[in-house]
């Protein structure tokens, strides 16, 4: 309660919250559509992000070493920019990142990169196997980075999802939870009346997927 959150100007990240309550639902999730639409149309947040409600993960094996499994959070453009968090080696992903073919990159914890990589302080651009695929390492969180929890050890775009199954980009599959930088000047209160008023928009134009959503911050 005490100690500040690890993201600089800490008290302009909010958790986004959405629901519909008449169906029971008060998981934060929406679908990659829904976050599209609240990217583009959200002007009271610097930034809006997502992560893979559920966490999944990955074997690695590089290095003739026993298979371990890495956990593995599958993140959106907006993600690390929402939490304004720097690496402290490399960088978090570009926006080009996230188009089908460029996406097989990653950022890696602090411990893993310790425990697996060696601490190689040359470990930007290196080439791992994750389930026997390649994927380059990009950045290398800190120490005190640990979202969505303490247990994540790499970071992946959403865009590395199936490509032979698109229904995760579908409207009606929601599995992502969001994750906001609030404005200079906004406040919480202003950003969730933005979001119910988007919500609302969203209901009219998409009434069955749609229809009974509301959010809190």
């Not at 990240?13 to 519909?20: A, T």
């Not at 976050?35 to 993960?57: I, N, S």
């Not at 460029?102 to 890696?108: D, G, H, P």
């Not at 919480?188 to 749609?210: C, D, F, H, S, W």
Request: glycine share 10%.
């Amino acid at each position: 309660l005490l100690r500040p959150l690890p993201f600089p100007d800490a008290e302009r990240v909010v958790r986004l919250w959405p629901g519909n309550p008449k169906a029971g639902t008060e998981r934060p999730i929406i679908s990659a559509a829904e976050l599209e639409d609240w990217e583009r149309e959200l002007r009271g947040f610097v930034a809006v992000g997502a992560f893979g409600a559920v966490p999944m993960a990955h074997t690695y094996g590089d290095g003739g070493a026993e298979p371990v499994y890495a956990r593995t959070s599958y993140v959106s453009r907006g993600f690390f920019p929402a939490l304004g968090t720097p690496p402290q080696l490399g960088r978090t992903f570009r926006a080009d990142q996230y188009v089908d073919g460029a996406n097989r990159v990653i950022v890696v914890s602090d411990a893993f990169w310790r425990a697996h990589l060696g601490a190689d302080p040359n470990v930007v651009g290196r080439v791992i196997h994750l389930d026997k695929k390649p994927f380059t390492v990009v950045g290398v969180m800190g120490p005190d980075f640990a979202f969505p929890d303490p247990a994540v050890a790499v970071w992946i775009p959403t865009t590395v999802m199936d490509p032979d199954d698109p229904s995760w980009r579908g409207r009606q599959m929601r599995w992502l939870n969001p994750v906001g930088r609030l404005r200079p000047g906004v406040t919480p209160e202003q950003g969730r009346v933005e979001i119910v008023a988007l919500l609302e928009r969203l209901a009219t134009a998409y009434p069955k997927t749609n229809t009974g959503w509301t959010s809190v911050i």
